[in-house]
């Protein structure tokens, strides 16, 4: 079969590898970008770290509102197909792809320093979330806001305690049935510092 599928999503081209992860209700796709547009609020002058950004949806959607855009993935051909993607939409001059597994470790290591800018954070994890400490790493950047979308609305709870550990408070939540038919549904959920 083909090495790359190809949507539209907003009026956007995406390409991913058949082995990659997308999002399975492409007619709620255009609410989910939205969506997560709407709570991070984006602002020019800042960073928008993208976590688990598979081939780059939101990273693309999102890249003409921010100063620039870090995504991370630990799939490497998502990453390659994200970086073409990039030449598509034209946004290679903002946006910066790497092929890691998220881990605190990781973050350390490929994200620049924090507190150089303000930072907005988007994660899109796996249904059982992210690893342990990954959370954590985040609240102590002290980004103006984070964004987390939970498809496994069961790990909602456990992550919400981190993230307040860290000093976060629940923003606001929207929930989208992404999943027709079923009970279960995305809910995205934006977090903003306690104080």
């Known amino acids: 079969g083909p090495d790359r599928i190809v949507v539209e999503h907003g009026g956007r ?67 390659a197909a994200a970086r073409d993607n990039s030449a598509w939409h034209g946004t290679s001059a903002r946006v910066e792809f790497y092929a890691r597994r998220i881990t605190a470790q990781a973050l350390a290591a490929t994200l620049p320093r924090a507190g150089r800018q303000s930072e907005a954070i988007l994660l899109d994890p796996p249904r059982q979330g992210p690893e342990r400490g990954v959370i954590a790493a985040l609240a102590a950047r002290r980004p103006a806001i984070a964004v987390e979308a939970f498809c496994g609305v069961d790990e909602l709870p456990r992550q919400v305690r981190e993230w307040e550990a860290g000093a976060y408070r629940v923003g606001r939540i929207v929930p989208l049935d992404m999943f027709p038919g079923t009970a279960s549904l995305e809910v995205l959920v934006s977090l903003l510092p306690a104080r």
């Open 13 to 79: 081209r995406y390409a991913f590898p058949p082995t990659g992860f997308s999002q399975i209700n492409g007619a709620m796709v255009p609410a989910l970008v939205e969506g997560v547009r709407e709570l991070l609020s984006p602002r020019p002058e800042q960073l928008l770290i993208d976590l688990y950004c598979g081939y780059g949806l939101f990273a693309h959607a999102l890249a003409g509102r921010y100063a620039r855009v870090i995504g991370l993935d630990a799939a490497p051909l998502s990453i």
